[in-house]
């Protein structure tokens, strides 16, 4: 992913009032954030567990979406849905994200299984471990196939939170 600004990221939100955009919070490291190493921007908001922010180059441009996480899951490992690592306890999580546009503002969603953590990219690439219990499924794809299936998975999710 390239390397993008704090108005770039307000700038793509495509599921939440510029308002909202305006007020979120955006990581203040985003000098320090590996972007050869990612596929697409997610973070947590420092003052809320249950809100979730990611950001995708989708064609030419970005697309953010603001998210939100449903009551964490204790117990079983779950397996994130876009880079099919696996995590013990809330280490995946439910996230739902208002669907762009009218059917937004009728309360209309999407959601998907995601890492709680939103280092999909770092797992991928083996530049993060999961805590144990967790891991990656053995696969004979290279890390770029594997880069490539995520960044397809996301830009399905966001297609889903776009498409009217």
Request: some cysteine; overall charge positive.
């Amino acid at each position: 992913m390239r390397p993008v600004t704090e108005r770039d990221i307000r700038a793509s939100f495509v599921n939440c009032t510029k308002g909202e955009a305006k007020r979120l919070a955006v990581p203040r490291d985003l000098d320090a954030r590996p972007w050869d190493d990612l596929d697409f921007l997610g973070w947590r908001d420092p003052a809320s567990l249950e809100r979730a922010y990611l950001v995708a180059e989708v064609g030419d441009g970005l697309v953010g979406v603001a998210l939100r996480r449903a009551a964490p899951r204790t117990g079983q490992a779950s397996l994130c849905s876009l880079c099919l690592t696996t995590h013990p306890g809330d280490g995946v999580s439910l996230m739902t994200a208002r669907k762009a546009g009218a059917e937004g503002r009728l309360g209309n969603s999407v959601g998907t299984y995601i890492c709680t953590d939103l280092a999909c990219s770092l797992y991928v690439r083996g530049k993060k471990e999961t805590r144990p219990g967790g891991g990656r499924i053995h696969e004979s794809l290279t890390v770029e196939e594997k880069a490539a299936r995520t960044t397809a998975k996301v830009t399905a999710f966001l297609d889903r939170i776009v498409a009217g």
